[in-house]
């Protein structure tokens, strides 16, 4: 019999880590592309040459220009059109961001939610009760998924905005969110979707999903560094998005230092201050590979080393508690057991770098780039672990 070969694994030498470790926590941070170490020194190149008019040439280029570019790159990863993604530093502002867009003083001041969302976006969101939001969390059953059904249920006429997440952190569930959006859209409410845990391993369409706003960063799937995370606007919402949390960036024209605030045309009236330079430089190398290998062909592959790593889990009499049906899982399997949260520290000693969050177990992501033979080989190590 002919040995296949996977196309894939020619990506491995862009990611000198590989070479070194067993790395399988790609859902926290993906590995690092060789040539972050070029995108980093081009940016210092442009500092230690042309000092402070690198924000801006005379030719419209520069580094303003360049964040621009890389909102662009970063959004024709999820078919955003051109102008409607901007950069910030992380979620937890974006979030607030959005959040300061809405006067909750109305009627429609509620904010409807699920309790399996990462711990930023829900801090953020409690604490707008200040600001007269009527906060509703609907809970898990089973602490992996949250019903749809049930989400739907609690979104009325009063909603104001429901902040979700494509895949959840701790589980690893793939959100149904077309219905989602679709209900909020019937009783007038909008949808802010978290794609941090999806981008670059799971297909993202904007404009076939219909969201209105859309949030996430680089240090995972997509592998780039951290402090550059995106929003998306829905084009025909940016004339009407007038959010109090704004900056100099924001501004149609930032550079004249205008006192009355006209806002940008496009998304990046979304901006606050300094946009995040230095750390764009460093994200735009893994956006350019996901884009080259295909997030569809990634996808394919996570299901398969997912489903090897969890039908493997469970003979070794391991707790699983991520969804077992491919098309509710995202691209990580989390493994539990007796010891497991000590186990994180042992597993990372001997090469393997993964991670242990509660009520979730050991999170294992194989991406792109890793191999059956590391998923065994991790699985191996943990028999080891739990039988002591």
């Given at each position: 019999?002919?040995?296949?070969t996977?196309p894939?694994?020619?990506?491995?030498?862009?990611f000198?880590?590989?070479?070194?470790?067993?790395?399988?926590?790609?859902?926290?941070?993906?590995?690092?592309?060789?040539?972050?170490?070029?995108?980093?020194?081009?940016?210092?190149?442009m500092?230690?040459?042309?000092?402070?008019?690198?924000?801006?040439?005379?030719?419209?280029?520069?580094?303003?220009?360049?964040?621009?570019?890389?909102?662009?790159?970063?959004?024709s990863?999820f078919?955003?059109?051109k102008?409607s993604?901007?950069?910030?530093?992380?979620?937890?502002?974006?979030?607030?961001?959005?959040?300061?867009?809405?006067?909750?003083?109305?009627?429609?001041?509620?904010?409807?939610?699920?309790?399996?969302?990462?711990?930023?976006p829900?801090?953020?969101?409690?604490?707008?009760?200040?600001?007269?939001?009527?906060?509703?969390?609907?809970?898990?059953?089973?602490?992996?998924?949250?019903?749809?059904?049930?989400l739907?249920?609690?979104?009325?006429?009063?909603?104001a905005?429901?902040?979700?997440?494509?895949?959840?952190?701790?589980?690893s569930?793939?959100q149904?969110?077309k219905?989602?959006?679709?209900?909020?859209?019937?009783?007038?409410?909008?949808?802010?979707?978290?794609?941090?845990?999806?981008?670059?391993?799971?297909?993202?369409?904007?404009?076939?999903?219909?969201?209105?706003?859309?949030?996430?960063?680089?240090?995972?799937?997509?592998?780039?560094?951290?402090n550059?995370c995106?929003?998306y606007?829905?084009?025909?919402?940016?004339k009407?998005?007038?959010?109090?949390l704004?900056?100099?960036?924001?501004?149609?024209?930032?550079?004249?230092?205008?006192m009355?605030?006209?806002?940008?045309?496009?998304?990046?009236?979304?901006?606050?201050?300094?946009?995040?330079?230095?750390?764009?430089y460093?994200?735009?190398?893994?956006?350019?590979i996901?884009?080259?290998?295909?997030?569809?062909?990634?996808?394919?592959?996570?299901?398969?080393l997912?489903?090897?790593?969890?039908?493997?889990?469970?003979?070794?009499?391991?707790?699983?508690?991520?969804?077992?049906?491919?098309?509710?899982?995202?691209?990580?399997?989390?493994?539990?057991?007796?010891?497991?949260?000590?186990?994180?520290?042992k597993l990372?000693?001997?090469?393997?770098?993964?991670?242990?969050?509660?009520?979730?177990?050991?999170?294992?992501?194989?991406?792109?780039y890793?191999?059956?033979?590391?998923?065994?080989?991790?699985?191996?190590?943990?028999k080891?672990?739990a039988n002591?």
């Open positions: 019999m002919t040995k296949t996977d894939l694994m020619k990506w491995r030498e862009e000198p880590i590989l070479a070194r470790k067993t790395y399988l926590i790609n859902n926290s941070l993906g590995a690092m592309p060789r040539k972050v170490y070029e995108g980093l020194k081009h940016f210092a190149d500092w230690n040459t042309d000092g402070v008019t690198a924000w801006h040439y005379p030719d419209g280029s520069g580094w303003l220009h360049d964040c621009e570019l890389t909102a662009d790159l970063i959004g990863v078919n955003a059109p102008g993604v901007m950069l910030h530093l992380n979620v937890a502002t974006l979030t607030a961001q959005v959040l300061s867009s809405i006067d909750f003083r109305g009627k429609r001041n509620g904010i409807v939610y699920d309790d399996m969302q990462f711990t930023s829900h801090y953020v969101t409690q604490e707008w009760a200040r600001y007269g939001a009527k906060v509703k969390m609907v809970k898990s059953d089973d602490g992996i998924g949250v019903d749809v059904q049930k739907c249920d609690a979104i009325d006429e009063t909603t905005i429901v902040p979700i997440s494509h895949v959840y952190f701790r589980s569930y793939l149904d969110v219905p989602i959006i679709e209900k909020a859209h019937k009783v007038g409410a909008k949808v802010l979707l978290d794609a941090y845990q999806s981008l670059g391993t799971v297909p993202i369409d904007v404009k076939a999903l219909n969201v209105d706003y859309l949030v996430g960063g680089s240090v995972k799937w997509v592998c780039g560094g951290p550059v995106y929003l606007i829905r084009p025909d919402l940016i009407d998005y007038k959010p109090v704004t900056g100099w960036i924001s501004h149609a024209r930032p550079f004249k230092f205008e009355e605030f006209e806002p940008a045309p496009n998304a990046w009236r979304a901006s606050t201050g300094t946009p995040p330079v230095v750390a764009l460093s994200c735009r190398p893994g956006y350019e996901i884009k080259q290998v295909g997030v569809d062909k990634i996808r394919e592959k996570s299901q398969r997912t489903a090897h790593l969890m039908d493997k889990a469970l003979e070794a009499g391991f707790k699983v508690n991520s969804p077992r049906d491919p098309a509710r899982r995202g691209g990580t399997v989390c493994i539990d057991f007796p010891g497991s949260e000590q186990a994180e520290a990372i000693e001997r090469g393997f770098v993964i991670d242990y969050r509660p009520r979730g177990g050991i999170r294992v992501s194989p991406h792109f890793n191999t059956t033979d590391e998923c065994d080989a991790i699985l191996a190590e943990m080891k672990l002591k």
